[in-house]
């Protein structure tokens, strides 16, 4: 592998672990987030600091992780007190604050942003396979929610919370639990970003940033593991093979969330399932 | 004397202008199948959901086993031991029969956070929901989406999950309208058996026929109001009973 | 005089908010969808403007020919895009029409090109005098199309069939139809309502700034919803209060609060705040 290759591993690792966390918290527990960026930048900052600080590299992934979930924690507070289109502007309204309020600090580097950031030392082919590593850890953790009671309960409360309630699901509580886990996923992979580029500014956690990852989940099929590492991986290629298509990226992007919605709520997975069906029906 | 499993205190609940319960207060002893009625908009969905806190009582109290559970939420009531069946059904559409049913049964891995990630086999929780599919008579459409039944099979649904929480009490709100003449007749002997089994119930019922079958007391409302409260055949027969059905059936005759 | 400034400031920026907002909070009132793609046609509107006025000479018919087109096309975008999805949760139409909006500005990118384009006539560059006060005359000019805008659309509203059929169907669709409204058609009129909004505030922006760019939609998008619900949510008169108050607060928040945060975050500050508070907006009436 080249260069050019490793570096595609590397974006492409980023935007699943991305995606993955997007989808715990919009796919799996219902709850919009239109913000997600703001977490993935909340981590990258802090993992900056503290890997400007010394601090050495399981520490920082750490360090990205947990305070992108705090402030998880705080916004997924907000989605208790308002839901749906409510949530997704809210979680909208974070993002734009983030990204307002970075630019403005000069302890964060303000426009310029952080630089200073050391090596992770582990080489090319080790950083390499520590991206694929987390990708994996985090395909596992999500693939065992989906399993688990969590999972169900999630089902559920993305359904219908009244009705999830009255069966004694505290929804509150797993509701927080989406974001915090979710938040925690994008902070992790916000701290491989700064040690991938050594570099951030805040302009690379705004609204598109957001967007994007949400159309690799809604492509993909909302709450389905492998249909949104699937979209991930392509809607981070495709760009990658063709000029023309780089170009036109935001806009492939924006048209593939408008066919989505509009023709196939269910993304890539839901197709695949009804095509499916229908094979299984004419064989029979 | 010993104390009522339930306990509803003097329960107000206003929507808007609207009144929709007035200081309405009753007991219910642990074991008693009570019956709840009155005419189309007195209140009674209404209280139900005041005693499972999907609605908040704007005064009053309710208290379960001698505790008061007014401020609690409804999920930690149905931890309690209350459970709900919708008069306008509910199931989770996302979710075939069966695995309604099968989260509700787990409500002791659900119930808790740590619990509900640990835990990954279903396998008694999907035993005991085909059980209680069985028992309601819609074993068949197990694995069918709830969007695919008709009204008298989401109905039973109902009733079946809720079941499956292993409710002390249960609140039913309903369930038999929307069924066949047959299917309404085997509901109600279920109920009646897994009430003599000792589930304690509250069953609101349009029929009056099938209520002074089932039940051995009556809770009357009207306009949010109760106005009768005793054993059935003498509520039944009370006037001011009487006088709420019949002035309700005239006027609904005159529009 | 710096307060008078900040105002006047403040007033322009929020007139300008006042006529994008208002046709999303006309949409809002009578579907509950949040159109962010609105933006996208007020960027039309813009170019409309100017290629039309730049081809044939007259401003008029720039302004006329960009509020049909874009009227139309607003009631395109309802019956391909937003009619399917009534019955849909609320954050599809909502996502769609990012997704959408994020296509026109591509498009507008694409196909004018990304750095802009002026009118071919000089910009209203001199200041008019108002007693002590001196204000520019492309910024008079924002304010008195806006007023015009407004004050139109408030008659329209008052005094028309359509102001009638529309507060009738927002109060109760099943009530209106009963009463012989066709509350299909009041949909369609509402999109070409709104639409034609969005194309007279990318025209007077047009004139104030005699620049059109692919992405002048970007700003007044995102911070029109958070003025519709700091407004009440298919509130006219709230938005109206909301896009204004908006405009001052930021003209003041430059300069008071410029050197801790950015100033197009400060309205969705207020929008975080405000969902906190009342959930369903500020001003909204009982559900
Ligand atoms: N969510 C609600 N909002 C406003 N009014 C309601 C609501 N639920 C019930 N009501 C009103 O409260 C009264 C009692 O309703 P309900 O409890 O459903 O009566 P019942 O179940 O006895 O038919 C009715 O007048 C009804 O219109
Ligand atoms: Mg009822």
Redesign the pocket.
């Known amino acids: 592998m080249g260069a050019y290759e490793l570096t595609l591993v590397a974006v492409v690792s980023i935007n699943v672990m991305l995606a993955l966390g997007l989808n715990l918290i919009t796919g799996f527990c219902g709850q919009v987030s239109l913000g997600h960026a703001a977490f993935f930048g909340t981590g990258a900052y802090a993992a900056a600091l503290m890997a400007a600080a010394g601090w050495p590299l399981p520490v920082v992934l750490v360090a990205g992780g947990v305070t992108a979930a705090v402030l998880g924690l705080l916004v997924g507070f907000t989605s208790l007190r308002v839901r749906e289109d409510f949530l997704a502007i809210t979680t909208m309204g974070v993002g734009f604050v983030f990204v307002g309020f970075v630019r403005k600090q000069g302890w964060l580097g303000a426009e310029m942003g952080l630089t200073n950031i050391p090596d992770h030392g582990l080489g090319d082919i080790g950083f390499i396979l520590m991206c694929l590593g987390l990708v994996a850890a985090m395909a596992a953790i999500s693939a065992h929610i989906k399993r688990s009671w969590l999972g169900f309960g999630f089902a559920a409360v993305a359904d219908d919370e009244a009705t999830a309630r009255t069966l004694g699901i505290n929804v509150p509580l797993y509701k927080l639990a989406a974001f915090v886990i979710g938040t925690f996923l994008a902070g992790v992979a916000g701290a491989v970003y700064v040690y991938f580029t050594r570099f951030i500014i805040p302009g690379a956690f705004g609204f598109t940033v957001s967007i994007s990852i949400l159309s690799m989940v809604i492509v993909g099929g909302v709450g389905s593991l492998w249909g949104v590492i699937v979209a991930a991986v392509l809607l981070t290629l495709l760009p990658e093979f063709s000029r023309v298509i780089n170009d036109y990226k935001l806009l492939l992007y924006g048209a593939l969330i408008v066919l989505t919605m509009r023709f196939a709520p269910d993304g890539l997975a839901g197709i695949v399932t009804s095509l499916s069906r229908r094979l299984r029906r004419s064989e029979t | 004397m010993t104390t009522p499993l339930l306990q509803v205190d003097a329960v107000t609940v206003h929507?808007?202008g609207?009144t929709?319960l007035e200081r309405v207060g009753f007991s219910l002893v642990a074991g008693e199948l009570l019956g709840l009625i009155?005419p189309?908009?007195?209140?009674?969905?209404?209280?139900l959901r005041a005693i499972i806190g999907v609605v908040a009582p704007d005064e009053g109290r309710v208290h379960l086993a001698g505790r008061d559970i007014t401020t609690l939420s409804t999920d930690a009531r149905a931890r309690l031991g209350l459970a709900l069946t919708h008069?306008i059904v509910r199931p989770f559409r996302s979710m075939s029969v069966i695995d309604n049913v099968v989260l509700a049964a787990g409500h002791a891995k659900t119930g808790s956070l740590l619990k509900a990630v640990a835990a990954v086999g279903r396998v008694a929780e999907e035993r005991r929901a085909g059980e209680l599919l069985a028992l309601v008579g819609i074993a068949d459409f197990a694995q069918a989406n709830p969007a695919a039944l008709p009204l008298g099979a989401l109905k039973r649904l109902e009733v079946a999950r809720a079941l499956a929480i292993d409710p002390k009490v249960l609140l039913l709100d309903e369930p038999l309208a929307g069924l066949n003449s047959v299917e309404a007749e085997r509901l109600a002997e279920t109920l009646v058996r897994l009430n003599a089994g000792g589930i304690t119930m509250i069953l609101?019922e349009h029929n009056l026929a099938k209520v002074a079958e089932v039940c051995a007391r009556l809770v009357v409302?009207d306009n949010?109001r109760k106005i009768a409260d005793g054993a059935t055949r003498e509520t039944l027969a009370d006037p001011a009973v009487v006088a709420a059905y019949i002035g309700k059936e005239a006027a609904d005759a005159r529009t | 005089m710096l307060h008078v400034e900040l105002v006047l400031q403040g007033l322009v920026n929020g007139s300008m908010y006042a006529v994008v907002a208002i046709g999303l909070t006309l949409i809002y009132g009578l579907l509950r969808i949040l159109h962010v793609a609105h933006a996208g046609l007020y960027t039309l509107g813009a170019y409309i403007t100017v290629l039309t006025t730049n081809a044939t000479g007259s401003l008029a018919l720039g302004i006329l020919a960009a509020m049909l087109v874009v009227g139309l096309c607003g009631m395109l975008v309802y019956r391909l895009l937003y009619e399917p999805m009534l019955e849909r949760p609320p954050y599809v139409a909502l996502i769609a029409s990012i997704g959408l909006f994020i296509c026109m500005e591509e498009s507008y990118r694409i196909v004018f090109g990304p750095y802009g384009s002026s009118f071919d006539m000089p910009r209203l560059g001199e200041r008019i005098a108002l007693g002590p006060i001196s204000i520019a005359a492309a910024d008079a000019a924002m304010l008195v199309g806006a007023i015009v805008l407004l004050t139109g659309l408030a008659m329209l509203m008052r005094r028309t069939r359509f102001g009638v059929a529309w507060r009738a169907t927002v109060t109760d669709p099943a009530m209106a139809r009963s009463f012989g409204i066709d509350t299909i058609k009041v949909r369609y009129v509402n999109f070409f309502i709104a639409s034609v909004f969005a194309a007279a505030a990318g025209s007077l922006v047009a004139v104030l700034n005699n620049l059109v760019e692919p992405t002048m939609g970007s700003v007044p998008s995102y911070k029109s919803l958070a003025i519709i619900v700091l407004g009440g949510l298919g509130q006219v008169g709230g938005t109206l209060a909301a896009a204004l108050l908006l405009g001052v607060i930021e003209a003041y928040g430059t300069i008071y609060a410029g050197a801790y945060l950015d100033r197009d975050a400060i309205a969705f500050i207020f929008l975080i705040v405000v969902l906190m508070i009342r959930p369903q907006g500020l001003f909204a009436r009982g559900s």
Do not use: D, P
Request: net charge positive; no cysteine; glycine share 30%.
């Open positions: 929507f808007g609207i929709a009155g189309n908009g007195a209140g009674k969905t209404t209280l008069q609101i409302l949010g």
